[in-house]
């Protein structure tokens, strides 16, 4: 690729970086730039490189779960209903392919940073603004939607990946300026992840920055270091009002058990006991049913449902099985999740060496367990992104140890 074609390429990449926080409300700019990407990698298609990532284990594992599910598709006579979920499993592979080619890929990191960073002051200064205003200090049902630029589950995430990253741009950097800006950046993230009270962000992040803190200390502190963070931790939760109300379901008085109080308030509760319930029925051991088909049925359950205004909601927004793993082993039946589990199983041992990126991807595979990346074309490309960075940053150590 000559350099003119590279420069363009690398800023384009660095713009979809920047907007995915955003793809609410530039998923046409987001595509259109993605398909700008694609003809510029194909007028300056390299051989060797690209034939160099296609000989990465992960890259071809991720081929043969692709292969798979078009296959089974068309045996399964469900090609066209389930072309929603395949075409944004194609395109998380796709993305994958067209982030490795951005040369400098330190760019994907700071576009990233800084796409995050604007999506989530904005959210929050709509936050502090909703507290002000209204005295209540739990967001839930309409205003979420309202004062959000993304989804809190999303948007949480992406806080989780742009705080590993700053604590690997921190220890690369010798710059003392540089160093006070990402702590600054650092301190912030952490005070938001607290303000939108995303639940799954917070764990994540709790685990994510012990393992990075015990990782770089001595043994013999170990223990006491993570016996503090977790009371920290928990000093936290218990003294929030919002964050126990999040976690503790403290303002429901009537049920005085806590699992009683999950039942009736978290929704995947039901989810995941209704995609049990069909992974029963259905008996998908080998092959499964089908994307379109496992979706039909959960709509099915949820019309079954004894509490009106309960079922209604579920009807409503029409929840998948909030899983990746379990909507997997539904929809492509055990063979598919080994398939799947198997090129996870090559991502993990290509990355566990560097804290960083085994962080990233311990991240992203706790992240499956709550959110269908493949039912959202922001979840294909918040996978590829942080799969390509974890990629990026390991192959960056190896080739800095193979140099010194």
Same mark, same amino acid.
């Given at each position: 690729?000559?350099p003119?074609l590279?420069?363009?390429?690398t ?6 970086? @920047?907007?995915?926080p ?11 730039t993605?398909?700008? +990407?694609?003809? #510029?990698? #194909? ?31 068309l ?5 066209f209903? /389930?072309?929603s979920?395949?075409?944004k499993?194609a395109?998380? +592979? ?13 760019v994907?990191i700071?576009?990233?940073?800084a ?10 200064i709509?936050?502090?603004?909703y507290?002000l205003?209204? %005295?209540e ?6 205003a979420?939607? /309202? +004062?959000?630029?993304?989804q ?20 690369k950097?010798?710059?003392?300026? @540089? ?22 962000a917070?764990?994540?992040a ?7 803190i015990i ?15 977790? #009371? @920290? ?6 003294n ?10 403290s ?6 058990? %806590?699992i009683?109080?999950i ?16 992974f029963?029925e259905?008996k998908?051991? @080998?092959f ?18 004894? #509490? ?11 929840f ?6 379990? /909507?997997?082993?539904?929809? %492509?039946?055990?063979?598919g ?12 041992? +290509?990355?566990y060496?560097n ?10 595979v ?38 010194s």
């Open positions: 690729m000559n003119k590279q420069k363009a390429y800023y384009l990449a660095a713009a979809v970086c @920047v907007f995915i955003f793809m609410t409300y530039a998923k046409a700019f987001v595509n259109v993605m398909i700008c +990407l694609l003809g #510029i990698l #194909i007028l300056g298609f390299k051989k060797d490189k690209i034939i160099a990532l296609l000989n990465q284990r992960y890259v071809k594992m991720f081929f043969v779960f692709l292969t798979f599910v078009i296959l089974f598709s045996f399964n006579e469900s090609f209903n /389930d072309l979920e395949t075409r499993i395109q998380t +592979l796709l993305l994958l392919i067209l982030f490795s080619q951005v040369k400098n890929k330190e994907l700071y576009s990233f940073i796409g995050t960073f604007i999506s989530t002051f904005i959210t929050d709509n936050i502090i603004n507290y205003n209204s %005295f200090f739990l967001i839930s049902g309409g979420v939607k /309202d +004062l959000f630029i993304t809190r589950l999303y948007l949480g995430f992406f806080i989780v990946i742009s705080i590993i990253l700053l604590l690997e741009r921190y220890g950097t010798s710059n003392r300026k @540089v160093k006070y800006i990402y702590l600054l950046l650092f301190v912030f993230f952490l005070i938001s992840l607290f303000l939108i009270a995303s639940r799954s917070i764990a994540i709790f685990l994510t920055l012990t393992t990075s990782y770089k200390i001595k043994n013999k502190y170990r223990i006491g270091f993570l016996l503090t963070m977790s #009371i @920290v931790f928990l000093a936290i939760i218990f929030s009002k919002t964050l126990s109300k999040r976690f503790l379901y303002d429901d008085s009537i049920r005085p058990s %806590f009683e109080k039942k009736t308030h978290e929704p995947r509760y039901d989810i995941w006991k209704f995609s049990t319930q069909i029963k259905e998908p051991y @080998v499964g049913i089908g994307t379109f088909r496992t979706q039909e049925l959960l709509v099915s359950k949820y019309q079954l449902m004894p #509490i009106e205004k309960r079922k209604n909601w579920f009807m409503e927004r029409n998948n099985t909030h899983n990746q793993y379990l /909507d997997i082993v539904i929809s %492509f039946g055990l063979i999740l080994f398939v799947f589990l198997f090129l996870l199983k090559e991502i993990i041992v +290509l990355c060496k804290i960083y990126s085994a962080n990233l991807i311990l991240s992203l706790l992240f499956l367990l709550i959110e269908n990346v493949f039912h959202r074309q922001l979840g294909s490309f918040i996978f590829a992104l942080t799969l390509a960075i974890a990629v990026f940053i390991i192959n960056s150590e190896n080739e800095k140890n193979i140099s």
